[in-house]
């Protein structure tokens, strides 16, 4: 049986129920979801309900330890396990986690390989956020004012997470002087999530829309840049929430450096190239309003054509630098 253990965004319970905090929901509301089935999980991942490349990947790797408890035999595990694969292309952690999940389920006692490969992972990820934090540190210098993107905490991660986990050492290390939050249109997570993260750290933030970078760049308020990624391609380019490439061609031109924080399970030596990575289009209704646990409010014609991609690639060259748990790299990090 999958042990009880409880995250920021995870939990299971005595009775071995699985359950993921509504995402959705904040920051108005802390609600937990049941997510004991496949169908549910597959419908809060493609809902955002749970989001984050490494929490997608740990959420799914748990509920196949839960379905074992519960008596699923090693067939239909198999077929959850190539279900969950395509709940979320993008992010590499989902596949690479769900590899060792599928060598658990071919052991003899495959319930118990399976809780004990679900809780290393979960103790894998938190002690890679803790050294990408450590090596992130040794970039930030005092009195810093840096702008970051969507959401990289404790909500993304079982630990302290990737980007916002580096601005909450070096807030611990009294280095920030105030940290950016860009909203991250058009599902507003860095609104929503990262604000909240925040005030929960007791980080100084101030929070602008994500077309307003520019303008703090001209004006010299933004010495650095610090995002997450979903996938990193072998020659180093990024794939990471929409409106990343658009910092980083800002900061480029204003030459401020743009860093890349994100566990080595992100990367994809499969995957040469940023034209190789997956990007997934998601339902125009995001585009066209907007809704949460306060209501929903459409400002545009209801039919009006949308493009909506998920994620954009990041080149290589505009990057200054891959934070991983493995040290600092200049240069692509090639596998």
């Not at 071995?16 to 959705?24: A, K, M, N, S, V």
């Not at 993107?149 to 105030?178: E, F, P, Y």
């Amino acid at each position: 049986m999958m042990q009880a253990f409880s995250t920021r965004s995870l939990r299971v319970d005595e009775n071995g129920e699985f359950w993921i905090l509504d995402q959705h929901a904040l920051p108005q509301a802390q609600n937990w979801l049941p997510s004991n089935t496949v169908d549910e999980l597959i419908g809060h991942i493609q809902s955002l309900r749970v989001r984050g490349a490494p929490v997608i990947g740990l959420a799914a790797s748990v509920l196949l330890a839960v379905l074992a408890a519960q008596g699923l035999g090693q067939a239909e595990l198999r077929q959850s396990c190539q279900r969950l694969r395509q709940a979320r292309p993008t992010a590499v952690n989902l596949m690479n986690n769900l590899a060792v999940m599928a060598k658990a389920v071919e052991q003899v006692n495959y319930p118990q390989a399976l809780a004990e490969a679900a809780w290393q992972l979960i103790q894998e990820d938190q002690a890679l956020c803790a050294a990408i934090a450590d090596a992130g540190l040794t970039l930030v210098q005092p009195e810093s004012r840096i702008l970051t993107h969507c959401n990289t905490g404790s909500l993304a991660t079982a630990g302290v997470g990737t980007a916002i986990g580096v601005l909450a050492r070096a807030h611990q290390a009294k280095l920030l002087k105030k940290v950016w939050v860009s909203e991250t249109r058009p599902l507003l997570q860095g609104g929503r999530l990262t604000a909240w993260e925040m005030g929960e750290l007791g980080i100084p933030y101030q929070l602008l829309c994500d077309h307003m970078a520019a303008s703090l760049m001209q004006r010299g308020q933004v010495d650095a840049v610090w995002v997450g990624a979903d996938r990193i391609a072998a020659n180093g380019d990024v794939a990471n929430k929409i409106g990343t490439y658009n910092l980083a061609v800002l900061a480029q031109y204003h030459k401020v450096p743009f860093y890349v924080a994100a566990p080595s399970t992100t990367l994809d030596p499969q995957c040469p190239n940023g034209e190789a990575i997956p990007i997934e289009q998601r339902a125009a209704d995001e585009v066209r309003g907007v809704s949460g646990s306060f209501g929903a409010c459409n400002w545009a014609p209801d039919q009006a054509p949308v493009y909506n991609p998920a994620f954009d690639v990041t080149p290589a060259a505009l990057i200054t630098a891959w934070v991983l748990d493995t040290g600092v790299y200049r240069q692509p990090p090639l596998l």
